[in-house]
């Protein structure tokens, strides 16, 4: 399938061939017929792409401040890798579209294969062939509504919402300031529920387009005297409602609705606007000011947007998928003419040129473009880009499957150019990203189904980099399938699936190992060998983790998908902490402090041998400490790791300090362990001690949600002391 991409590096636009991607729970998969292109947030958003580094930089200071806190953290070269990597990220551009339901979602009987839809949502509605789209983000299309003008729905739940923000009722006198695309479709809503809109814009086109789709009062910004119309239409007293539709740099549309507005009026910010709000006339005449938020309520809830969970119709009447039903049916019955906003239509094959218009490189005035797609568009779930090698070459086949953020900054680049390593098949959900990674990283096989990489008999290991909820499903079918394993921590999430695990691991033949990185940097294995000297000494150890806050909607925090950090994220320390004492832990006992996103969590692990482990994980430490602090001691011997970039030994009053330059995580080491295991066929990590580390962090959940100490057993269930 074809799908429009732009490099966030050079912002250079292509039309890119790509898997189907895959449709998860909730989700519809969808045959695009046509798409909008919302020209003001679009063309913002290419212009953005196509910055110099130091326009970027100026556009956004908070990734400013992001880039120096990992050069202090992780040093100069590795944030350069990470910029770059991040800067190769293609993105999708798009999030208003219609079209035909290929696959539906058994659990929701509004859609079945066949229906037409609405659909909405960035990252989701996007410029492609075919699209996954959450349940909650698509809407039925209306008898008669061809697809064209179905594919204004979402950007007209825009309007709409800012509509509801308003607050209007019959009879009031509500100015747009901006009548661009949002803003013609705003007054022509307005006048359909009743109310009398005025419409101000600095463009004489767009005023003139809107007098000749039937708005009264329409005037031009600089010509006109907007406020003593307001004042005239609204019996001398102003507008009872503004909504800024605009998009500008200036703060004229903020002043100017609030000179316009009557006292105790509302004003109500869609567009993209500065908020210098002047205090005086707002003040003066108490006026509500408030933001509207995209197509509605549901708008960057993950529940809502990407698991497909709706609300309460009794409790949330308006959601961001009703807004979108509501257009639609005004467009069924005449109140909203979309069709007369159309100005240009291009095949979806010529999408490029429709972007030399938006971007300005094409001056053409233009209002809607809406992008045209064939009705049988070509679906494929893998994309080979060179034939496969022979068989019995002497090397070894890799697979990955996901390749997110973290894979991509920290094992794909240890990967790349690999002596005796074939990089065969990536396997991502969305396709675009496998295509963008097998380009890059030279995988021979980009795919969006992870059977693909599973199935596939050129493949001999297989890394798996997917959140977190599928690890525990895909090392068995990895494992089934005859594949030696790399699965990112934490190897699975609950007690059920750790004891699904423990019989492959402990009686198969294939080598499985966990991203367990810290145990593998060269300062870790300095310690560990000042400690193992001190034979029969238990290790006291203490790991102070500074983690940072994560906002509460996270995937991470999320227990089903993410596990929480203690177990996303804590499980490092646990199998730092058991390789530091060398030996298996026995017993936990934690403590939680605060929620987790902003809180803290402290956990003690006695191990067989003696000794103990103190894990403190704070996330709400300031941003100037050190994230991490390794303190282990045994028999008048040990060290401090701090923060990775450095180690300190102190052994029979002997003090040696190791430097690294940047951090020294054990990335590229924990890679080299697992090709060296599958070479020599002894793993790098035990798998009992893959599955001890899991049990006890299972534990440490339960210690501190029950308040008890939890021992940790040999089946790997944790059970009360």
Known sequence: MKQLLQNLRTGEISLVESPTPTRPAGSLLVATRASLISAGTERATVQAARASLLGKARQRPDKVRQVLDNVRREGLLATLRKVREKLDDPSLLGYSSAGVVLEADPEDRRFAAGDRVACGGQNHACHAEIVVVPRTLAAPIPDGVPFDQAAFATVGAIALQGIRRADVRVGERVLVIGLGLIGQITWQLLRGAGCLPIGVDVSESMVDLAQRLGLEHAALRGRDDVEALCRRLGDGHGVDAVIITAAAKSSDPIELAGAACRERGRVVVVGAVPMNVPREPYYMKELDLVLSRSYGPGRYDPLHEQHGVDYPYGFVRW???????????????????????????????????????????????????????????????????????????????????????????????????????????????????????????????????????????????????????????????????????????????????????????????????????????????????????????????????????????????????????????????????????????????????????????????????????????????????????????????????????????????????????????????????????????????????????????????????????????????????
Request: hydrophobic share 45%; charged share 25%; aromatic share 6%.
């Open 319 to 721: 959601t961001e998928g009703r807004n979108m039903l509501a257009v639609l049916e005004t467009i069924a019955a005449g109140t909203l003419d979309v069709a007369s906003l159309i100005t240009h239509r291009f095949r979806f094959d010529d999408a490029c040129e429709a972007y030399a218009i938006v971007s300005g490189e094409k001056a053409e005035p233009h209002v809607g473009i809406v992008l045209e797609y064939d009705e049988a568009p070509d679906g494929v779930a893998r994309i080979e880009r060179r034939p496969a090698r022979p068989a019995g070459d002497g090397t070894l086949g890799v697979g990955f499957i996901g390749a997110g953020s973290f894979a991509r900054g920290y094992l794909l680049p240890h990967l790349r150019g690999r002596d005796g390593v074939r990089l065969e098949a990536v396997a991502t959900a969305r396709g675009f990203t496998a295509s963008e990674i097998a380009r890059r990283f030279d995988f021979r096989v980009a795919a969006s189904d992870p059977r693909q990489v599973l199935e596939d008999p050129s493949i001999d290991a297989v890394f798996i980099a997917t959140r977190h909820d599928s690890h525990a499903a895909l090392v068995l079918a990895a494992l089934a399938a005859g594949k030696h394993v790399f699965v990112e921590k934490p190897l699975c999430l609950t007690e059920d699936e750790l004891r699904e695990l423990r019989g492959a691991l402990m009686h198969g033949d294939r080598i499985v190992q966990v991203g367990f990185n810290r145990r593998f940097s060269p300062l870790a294995v300095a310690l560990r060998e000042v400690l193992a000297a001190r034979r029969g000494e238990p290790v006291q150890i203490t790991c102070r983790v500074n983690a940072g806050s994560l906002p509460e909607d996270h995937w991470l925090n999320d227990p089903r998908i993410g596990g929480g950090r203690v177990l996303g994220e804590g499980c490092h320390f646990v199998d730092l902490m058991q390789f530091l004492a060398g030996a298996m832990p026995r017993h936990v006992s934690a403590a939680r402090f605060g929620v987790e996103a902003t809180g803290a969590s402290s956990a003690i692990v006695a191990f067989a041998n003696g000794s103990v482990g103190t894990l403190v994980y704070q996330a709400n430490g300031p941003r100037s400490l050190p994230k991490e602090r390794i303190e282990a001691f045994a028999g008048g011997s040990g060290g401090v790791i701090d923060d990775w970039h450095r180690v300190e030994i102190h052994d029979g009053g002997r003090v040696r300090r190791k430097k690294v330059s940047g951090q020294a995580k054990g990335f590229r080491e924990e890679i080299d362990a697992f090709f060296a295991a599958i070479r020599d066929g002894v793993p790098a990590i035990a798998p009992e001690h893959l599955l001890a580390t899991t049990a006890a962090t299972l534990a440490i959940v339960r210690a501190a949600s029950e308040r008890k100490v939890v021992d940790v057993t040999e089946s790997g269930r944790p059970r009360s002391a």
